[in-house]
Protein backbone atom coordinates (compact mmCIF):
# COMPACT_ATOMS: atom_id res chain seq x y z
CA UNK A 1 0.00 0.00 0.00
CA UNK A 2 1.49 3.69 -0.41
CA UNK A 3 0.39 6.20 1.41
CA UNK A 4 1.92 10.02 1.99
CA UNK A 5 2.43 10.56 5.75
CA UNK A 6 1.86 14.06 7.22
CA UNK A 7 4.14 15.71 10.06
CA UNK A 8 3.64 14.95 13.62
CA UNK A 9 4.05 18.05 14.52
CA UNK A 10 0.82 19.14 12.47
CA UNK A 11 -1.89 20.64 14.71
CA UNK A 12 -4.65 17.93 15.32
CA UNK A 13 -7.83 18.52 14.53
CA UNK A 14 -9.58 15.83 16.48
CA UNK A 15 -10.66 16.70 19.54
CA UNK A 16 -7.68 15.67 22.81
CA UNK A 17 -8.29 12.75 25.07
CA UNK A 18 -5.67 12.43 26.85
CA UNK A 19 -4.38 8.49 26.83
CA UNK A 20 -5.20 8.41 23.06
CA UNK A 21 -2.87 10.36 19.95
CA UNK A 22 -5.81 11.49 18.38
CA UNK A 23 -4.72 10.59 15.03
CA UNK A 24 -7.74 9.90 12.62
CA UNK A 25 -5.95 6.86 11.18
CA UNK A 26 -5.75 3.71 12.49
CA UNK A 27 -1.79 2.77 13.96
CA UNK A 28 -0.87 0.49 11.02
CA UNK A 29 -1.23 3.96 9.16
CA UNK A 30 1.24 5.28 11.57
CA UNK A 31 4.68 6.33 10.78
CA UNK A 32 5.49 6.18 14.84
CA UNK A 33 3.58 2.77 15.28
CA UNK A 34 6.93 0.88 16.39
CA UNK A 35 7.59 2.89 18.91
CA UNK A 36 4.13 4.07 20.22
CA UNK A 37 3.11 3.06 23.73
CA UNK A 38 -0.65 4.22 23.95
CA UNK A 39 -3.18 1.52 23.87
CA UNK A 40 -3.93 0.22 20.17
CA UNK A 41 -7.12 -0.97 20.80
CA UNK A 42 -8.83 2.05 22.71
CA UNK A 43 -7.59 3.90 19.60
CA UNK A 44 -9.64 2.06 17.46
CA UNK A 45 -12.58 1.99 18.99
CA UNK A 46 -12.47 5.61 19.71
CA UNK A 47 -11.36 6.12 15.27
CA UNK A 48 -14.64 4.07 14.76
CA UNK A 49 -16.91 6.05 17.17
CA UNK A 50 -15.89 9.13 16.18
CA UNK A 51 -16.38 8.19 12.43
CA UNK A 52 -19.93 6.87 13.29
CA UNK A 53 -21.20 9.60 15.15
CA UNK A 54 -20.80 11.80 12.40
CA UNK A 55 -22.49 9.69 9.57
CA UNK A 56 -26.52 9.74 9.77
CA UNK A 57 -27.71 6.45 7.72
CA UNK A 58 -25.45 3.56 6.77
CA UNK A 59 -27.16 2.02 3.88
CA UNK A 60 -25.36 -1.81 2.92
CA UNK A 61 -26.00 -2.20 -0.80
CA UNK A 62 -26.01 -5.99 -1.26
CA UNK A 63 -26.07 -8.93 -3.66
CA UNK A 64 -25.29 -12.22 -2.93
CA UNK A 65 -24.18 -12.86 -6.69
CA UNK A 66 -21.33 -11.02 -8.89
CA UNK A 67 -22.20 -8.92 -11.65
CA UNK A 68 -25.85 -7.70 -11.19
CA UNK A 69 -25.63 -4.59 -11.12
CA UNK A 70 -24.41 -3.95 -6.93
CA UNK A 71 -21.81 -1.34 -7.73
CA UNK A 72 -23.97 0.52 -10.58
CA UNK A 73 -26.85 0.66 -8.33
CA UNK A 74 -24.30 2.06 -5.44
CA UNK A 75 -23.05 4.65 -7.51
CA UNK A 76 -25.94 5.81 -8.64
CA UNK A 77 -28.29 5.92 -5.71
CA UNK A 78 -25.34 8.19 -4.35
CA UNK A 79 -25.55 10.20 -7.02
CA UNK A 80 -29.55 10.65 -6.94
CA UNK A 81 -29.39 11.19 -2.93
CA UNK A 82 -26.45 13.88 -3.51
CA UNK A 83 -28.23 15.28 -6.07
CA UNK A 84 -31.34 15.96 -3.93
CA UNK A 85 -28.75 18.14 -1.60
CA UNK A 86 -27.44 15.11 1.06
CA UNK A 87 -24.17 14.75 2.21
CA UNK A 88 -23.27 11.21 0.43
CA UNK A 89 -20.12 9.21 1.17
CA UNK A 90 -19.82 5.55 -0.57
CA UNK A 91 -17.27 3.12 1.05
CA UNK A 92 -16.02 0.26 -1.14
CA UNK A 93 -16.14 -2.75 0.86
CA UNK A 94 -15.77 -5.46 -2.32
CA UNK A 95 -12.44 -5.95 -1.97
CA UNK A 96 -11.74 -7.96 -4.76
CA UNK A 97 -13.10 -6.05 -7.22
CA UNK A 98 -13.55 -2.15 -5.96
CA UNK A 99 -14.65 -0.62 -8.69
CA UNK A 100 -16.21 2.75 -7.01
CA UNK A 101 -13.37 4.41 -8.09
CA UNK A 102 -14.12 4.08 -12.08
CA UNK A 103 -17.74 4.55 -11.03
CA UNK A 104 -16.53 8.24 -10.08
CA UNK A 105 -14.26 8.66 -12.43
CA UNK A 106 -11.13 8.81 -9.74
CA UNK A 107 -9.17 5.83 -11.43
CA UNK A 108 -5.52 5.70 -10.58
CA UNK A 109 -5.88 8.08 -7.44
CA UNK A 110 -3.90 7.84 -4.46
CA UNK A 111 -5.15 8.57 -0.45
CA UNK A 112 -3.33 11.22 1.36
CA UNK A 113 -2.38 10.20 5.23
CA UNK A 114 -3.48 13.53 7.11
CA UNK A 115 -4.11 14.30 10.84
CA UNK A 116 -7.69 13.42 10.12
CA UNK A 117 -7.36 10.27 8.42
CA UNK A 118 -6.95 8.53 5.14
CA UNK A 119 -8.23 11.34 2.80
CA UNK A 120 -11.30 10.70 0.65
CA UNK A 121 -11.51 11.47 -3.23
CA UNK A 122 -14.10 13.02 -4.19
CA UNK A 123 -16.60 13.44 -6.98
CA UNK A 124 -17.93 17.10 -7.67
CA UNK A 125 -20.05 18.10 -9.60
CA UNK A 126 -22.05 21.62 -10.77
CA UNK A 127 -25.66 20.03 -9.76
CA UNK A 128 -23.79 19.15 -6.70
CA UNK A 129 -23.94 21.08 -2.94
CA UNK A 130 -21.91 18.40 -1.46
CA UNK A 131 -19.52 16.99 -3.38
CA UNK A 132 -19.70 12.40 -2.98
CA UNK A 133 -17.18 11.32 -0.65
CA UNK A 134 -15.44 7.86 -1.86
CA UNK A 135 -13.52 5.35 0.25
CA UNK A 136 -11.68 2.51 -1.53
CA UNK A 137 -9.13 0.08 -0.76
CA UNK A 138 -8.24 0.84 -4.84
CA UNK A 139 -6.96 3.96 -3.55
CA UNK A 140 -4.52 2.33 -1.49
CA UNK A 141 -2.99 -0.12 -3.72
CA UNK A 142 0.51 0.67 -5.36
CA UNK A 143 -1.29 -0.40 -8.70
CA UNK A 144 -4.72 -0.51 -10.21
CA UNK A 145 -4.12 -4.17 -10.92
CA UNK A 146 -2.72 -5.64 -8.12
CA UNK A 147 -4.93 -8.84 -7.06
CA UNK A 148 -6.09 -9.08 -3.63
CA UNK A 149 -5.03 -11.99 -1.95
CA UNK A 150 -6.06 -11.99 1.43
CA UNK A 151 -7.37 -14.39 4.93
CA UNK A 152 -9.55 -13.58 6.39
CA UNK A 153 -8.07 -11.41 9.34
CA UNK A 154 -6.81 -8.87 6.86
CA UNK A 155 -10.07 -8.31 5.05
CA UNK A 156 -11.57 -7.74 8.38
CA UNK A 157 -9.15 -5.56 9.16
CA UNK A 158 -10.18 -3.99 5.97
CA UNK A 159 -13.41 -3.22 7.34
CA UNK A 160 -12.71 -1.46 10.01
CA UNK A 161 -10.14 0.69 8.29
CA UNK A 162 -12.80 1.17 5.49
CA UNK A 163 -15.41 2.98 8.21
CA UNK A 164 -12.97 3.99 10.54
CA UNK A 165 -9.51 5.14 8.89
CA UNK A 166 -11.05 6.92 5.81
CA UNK A 167 -12.01 10.52 6.86
CA UNK A 168 -15.68 10.20 5.98
CA UNK A 169 -16.63 13.94 7.61
CA UNK A 170 -20.02 14.46 8.29
CA UNK A 171 -22.46 13.01 6.22
CA UNK A 172 -26.65 11.90 5.78
CA UNK A 173 -25.65 8.75 4.35
CA UNK A 174 -22.97 5.61 4.02
CA UNK A 175 -23.55 3.79 1.20
CA UNK A 176 -21.19 0.72 1.53
CA UNK A 177 -21.43 -1.45 -1.78
CA UNK A 178 -20.57 -4.73 -0.08
CA UNK A 179 -19.28 -7.60 -1.81
CA UNK A 180 -21.19 -10.69 -3.33
CA UNK A 181 -22.52 -13.29 -0.41
CA UNK A 182 -22.89 -13.37 3.06
CA UNK A 183 -19.02 -13.72 4.03
CA UNK A 184 -16.66 -12.81 6.20
CA UNK A 185 -16.77 -8.95 5.20
CA UNK A 186 -20.70 -8.59 5.87
CA UNK A 187 -20.28 -10.31 9.28
CA UNK A 188 -17.71 -8.46 9.85
CA UNK A 189 -19.89 -5.07 9.17
CA UNK A 190 -23.07 -6.11 10.53
CA UNK A 191 -21.43 -6.82 13.98
CA UNK A 192 -19.29 -3.05 13.94
CA UNK A 193 -22.34 -1.45 12.87
CA UNK A 194 -24.90 -2.98 14.94
CA UNK A 195 -26.21 -0.07 17.63
CA UNK A 196 -25.95 2.60 13.93
CA UNK A 197 -28.55 3.11 11.69
CA UNK A 198 -28.10 0.78 9.05
CA UNK A 199 -30.34 -1.06 6.84
CA UNK A 200 -29.32 -2.72 3.69
CA UNK A 201 -30.97 -2.41 -0.11
CA UNK A 202 -30.82 -5.81 -2.22
CA UNK A 203 -29.65 -5.41 -5.51
CA UNK A 204 -30.49 -8.31 -7.98
CA UNK A 205 -31.25 -9.21 -11.47
CA UNK A 206 -34.44 -11.20 -12.41
CA UNK A 207 -33.17 -14.48 -13.48
CA UNK A 208 -33.62 -17.77 -11.52
CA UNK A 209 -29.79 -18.41 -10.50
CA UNK A 210 -29.02 -14.34 -9.85
CA UNK A 211 -32.71 -14.43 -7.73
CA UNK A 212 -32.20 -18.17 -5.35
CA UNK A 213 -28.70 -15.81 -4.04
CA UNK A 214 -30.23 -12.93 -3.55
CA UNK A 215 -33.02 -14.67 -1.08
CA UNK A 216 -30.00 -15.76 0.57
CA UNK A 217 -28.96 -12.02 0.98
CA UNK A 218 -33.02 -11.44 1.98
CA UNK A 219 -33.40 -14.28 4.53
CA UNK A 220 -29.40 -12.95 5.94
CA UNK A 221 -30.81 -9.50 7.23
CA UNK A 222 -33.97 -11.02 8.22
CA UNK A 223 -32.14 -13.12 10.68
CA UNK A 224 -30.03 -10.81 11.73
CA UNK A 225 -32.96 -8.14 11.99
CA UNK A 226 -31.13 -5.55 9.31
CA UNK A 227 -34.12 -3.37 8.44
CA UNK A 228 -34.65 -3.92 4.42
CA UNK A 229 -35.24 -0.82 2.02
CA UNK A 230 -35.81 -3.15 -0.34
CA UNK A 231 -34.82 -5.07 -3.56
CA UNK A 232 -33.77 -3.20 -6.91
CA UNK A 233 -34.01 -5.11 -9.83
CA UNK A 234 -31.66 -4.85 -12.33
CA UNK A 235 -31.57 -4.98 -15.88
CA UNK A 236 -35.42 -5.61 -15.54
CA UNK A 237 -36.34 -5.09 -19.26
CA UNK A 238 -34.90 -3.57 -22.39
CA UNK A 239 -35.79 -1.25 -25.52
CA UNK A 240 -35.18 -2.53 -28.84
CA UNK A 241 -32.79 0.44 -30.26
CA UNK A 242 -34.66 -0.25 -34.01
CA UNK A 243 -38.74 -0.65 -32.96
CA UNK A 244 -38.59 1.07 -29.36
CA UNK A 245 -40.31 -1.85 -28.36
CA UNK A 246 -40.04 -2.72 -24.37
CA UNK A 247 -39.07 -6.38 -23.58
CA UNK A 248 -37.97 -8.20 -20.48
CA UNK A 249 -34.87 -10.52 -21.67
CA UNK A 250 -35.39 -12.36 -18.08
CA UNK A 251 -39.62 -13.23 -16.85
CA UNK A 252 -40.19 -11.43 -13.35
CA UNK A 253 -43.36 -13.36 -12.34
CA UNK A 254 -41.45 -15.44 -9.96
CA UNK A 255 -39.16 -12.93 -8.26
CA UNK A 256 -42.22 -10.73 -7.70
CA UNK A 257 -43.59 -13.84 -6.31
CA UNK A 258 -40.76 -14.87 -4.13
CA UNK A 259 -40.81 -11.11 -2.74
CA UNK A 260 -44.61 -11.48 -2.10
CA UNK A 261 -43.61 -14.69 0.30
CA UNK A 262 -40.89 -12.81 1.91
CA UNK A 263 -42.54 -9.42 2.34
CA UNK A 264 -40.11 -7.75 0.71
CA UNK A 265 -40.66 -5.03 -1.64
CA UNK A 266 -39.65 -4.08 -4.95
CA UNK A 267 -38.44 -0.73 -4.88
CA UNK A 268 -37.28 -0.23 -7.95
CA UNK A 269 -36.62 -1.18 -11.82
CA UNK A 270 -33.79 -0.33 -13.69
CA UNK A 271 -33.79 -1.61 -17.79
CA UNK A 272 -30.58 -2.96 -19.54
CA UNK A 273 -29.12 0.49 -20.61
CA UNK A 274 -25.93 0.56 -22.93
CA UNK A 275 -26.13 4.19 -21.40
CA UNK A 276 -25.98 2.90 -18.36
CA UNK A 277 -22.93 0.64 -18.55
CA UNK A 278 -21.41 3.55 -20.58
CA UNK A 279 -21.43 6.09 -17.95
CA UNK A 280 -20.50 3.65 -15.66
CA UNK A 281 -17.30 2.81 -17.35
CA UNK A 282 -16.17 6.84 -18.48
CA UNK A 283 -16.92 7.49 -14.86
CA UNK A 284 -19.75 10.00 -15.07
CA UNK A 285 -22.89 8.66 -13.20
CA UNK A 286 -25.68 8.86 -15.46
CA UNK A 287 -28.06 10.09 -12.95
CA UNK A 288 -26.26 13.30 -12.80
CA UNK A 289 -25.42 13.59 -16.70
CA UNK A 290 -28.65 13.16 -17.21
CA UNK A 291 -30.85 13.49 -15.23
CA UNK A 292 -34.29 13.73 -16.90
CA UNK A 293 -33.63 9.96 -18.74
CA UNK A 294 -35.53 7.37 -18.78
CA UNK A 295 -32.52 5.39 -16.12
CA UNK A 296 -32.54 7.94 -13.83
CA UNK A 297 -36.18 7.96 -13.86
CA UNK A 298 -36.00 4.35 -13.42
CA UNK A 299 -33.86 4.98 -10.14
CA UNK A 300 -36.10 8.01 -8.49
CA UNK A 301 -38.18 5.50 -6.33
CA UNK A 302 -35.23 3.90 -5.35
CA UNK A 303 -33.74 7.16 -3.63
CA UNK A 304 -37.04 8.37 -2.59
CA UNK A 305 -36.99 4.79 -0.23
CA UNK A 306 -33.78 5.08 1.13
CA UNK A 307 -34.58 8.94 2.26
CA UNK A 308 -37.73 7.57 3.88
CA UNK A 309 -36.24 4.87 5.42
CA UNK A 310 -33.74 7.28 6.95
CA UNK A 311 -36.48 10.12 7.75
CA UNK A 312 -38.40 7.51 9.33
CA UNK A 313 -35.38 5.77 11.26
CA UNK A 314 -33.78 9.53 12.56
CA UNK A 315 -37.81 9.91 13.56
CA UNK A 316 -37.89 6.38 15.58
CA UNK A 317 -34.34 7.29 17.18
CA UNK A 318 -35.52 11.03 18.45
CA UNK A 319 -38.73 9.73 20.35
CA UNK A 320 -36.95 6.78 21.79
CA UNK A 321 -34.53 9.41 22.90
CA UNK A 322 -37.21 11.44 23.89
CA UNK A 323 -38.77 9.04 25.75
CA UNK A 324 -35.95 7.93 27.23
CA UNK A 325 -35.57 11.23 28.71
CA UNK A 326 -38.89 11.90 29.81
CA UNK A 327 -38.45 8.31 31.76
CA UNK A 328 -35.26 8.89 33.18
CA UNK A 329 -36.05 12.23 34.32
CA UNK A 330 -39.57 11.21 35.17
CA UNK A 331 -40.05 11.91 39.28
CA UNK A 332 -37.83 15.47 38.27
CA UNK A 333 -39.42 16.50 35.78
CA UNK A 334 -43.22 16.67 36.53
CA UNK A 335 -41.50 18.09 39.87
CA UNK A 336 -39.83 20.84 37.80
CA UNK A 337 -43.37 21.52 35.74
CA UNK A 338 -44.96 21.94 38.74
CA UNK A 339 -42.73 25.37 40.04
CA UNK A 340 -43.72 26.63 36.73
CA UNK A 341 -46.32 28.89 36.38
CA UNK A 342 -49.25 27.52 34.71
CA UNK A 343 -49.56 29.15 31.42
CA UNK A 344 -45.81 28.25 30.87
CA UNK A 345 -46.72 24.29 31.85
CA UNK A 346 -49.77 24.21 30.02
CA UNK A 347 -47.48 25.82 26.69
CA UNK A 348 -44.61 23.54 27.18
CA UNK A 349 -47.19 20.34 28.03
CA UNK A 350 -48.69 20.79 25.04
CA UNK A 351 -45.37 21.36 22.80
CA UNK A 352 -43.79 18.21 24.39
CA UNK A 353 -47.16 16.42 23.48
CA UNK A 354 -46.85 18.01 19.95
CA UNK A 355 -43.65 16.70 19.37
CA UNK A 356 -44.31 13.40 20.35
CA UNK A 357 -47.04 12.94 17.64
CA UNK A 358 -44.45 14.36 15.61
CA UNK A 359 -42.14 12.11 15.73
CA UNK A 360 -44.08 9.05 15.86
CA UNK A 361 -45.81 10.19 13.01
CA UNK A 362 -45.50 7.67 9.61
CA UNK A 363 -43.58 9.30 7.07
CA UNK A 364 -45.85 10.58 4.41
CA UNK A 365 -49.09 11.91 6.87
CA UNK A 366 -49.72 15.38 6.52
P1 LIG B 1 -21.67 -6.00 -9.43
O1 LIG B 1 -21.28 -4.86 -8.54
O2 LIG B 1 -22.92 -6.67 -8.97
O3 LIG B 1 -20.56 -6.96 -9.68
P2 LIG B 1 -21.63 -4.04 -11.57
O4 LIG B 1 -22.45 -2.94 -11.11
O5 LIG B 1 -20.13 -3.91 -11.52
O6 LIG B 1 -22.07 -5.41 -10.87
O7 LIG B 1 -22.09 -4.36 -13.05
C1 LIG B 1 -21.44 -5.35 -13.86
C2 LIG B 1 -21.39 -4.83 -15.30
O8 LIG B 1 -22.72 -4.72 -15.81
C3 LIG B 1 -20.76 -3.44 -15.42
O9 LIG B 1 -20.04 -3.38 -16.61
C4 LIG B 1 -21.96 -2.51 -15.49
O10 LIG B 1 -21.69 -1.31 -16.21
C5 LIG B 1 -22.98 -3.37 -16.22
N1 LIG B 1 -24.35 -3.05 -15.84
C6 LIG B 1 -24.89 -3.10 -14.60
N2 LIG B 1 -26.18 -2.75 -14.62
C7 LIG B 1 -26.47 -2.47 -15.92
C8 LIG B 1 -27.64 -2.04 -16.60
N3 LIG B 1 -28.81 -1.86 -15.97
N4 LIG B 1 -27.56 -1.85 -17.94
C9 LIG B 1 -26.39 -2.06 -18.60
N5 LIG B 1 -25.26 -2.45 -18.02
C10 LIG B 1 -25.29 -2.66 -16.70
Known amino acids: MSVSHFSPDQQDPLALRPEDCNRGHACQFCPQEDSCLLDKSHHEKRLLEQRLDGIGQIILVMANKGGVGKSTVTANLAAGLAQRGYRVGVADADIHGPNQSRFFNLVGQRVHLTPAGLGT???????????????????????????????????????????GSFDWGELDVLLIDMPPGTGNELITLADLLEHQAVAA????TPQEVALMDSLKAIRFCQERGLPLIGVVENMAGVTCPNCGE?????????????????????IAQIPLSPQLALASDTGHPMLLEHPDSTEARAFAPAIDACIQHAHAASMEAAAQALEGVMDAAGAEFMAAMGTLPDTARDELTELLAREHDRLHKTPGQP
Open 201 to 204: LIAT
Open 246 to 266: EFHLFPRAHLADALAQLEVNS
Open 121 to 163: RTCAHPALAHPIRVGSLAFLMDRDDTPIVWRDAYKHDFMHHLI
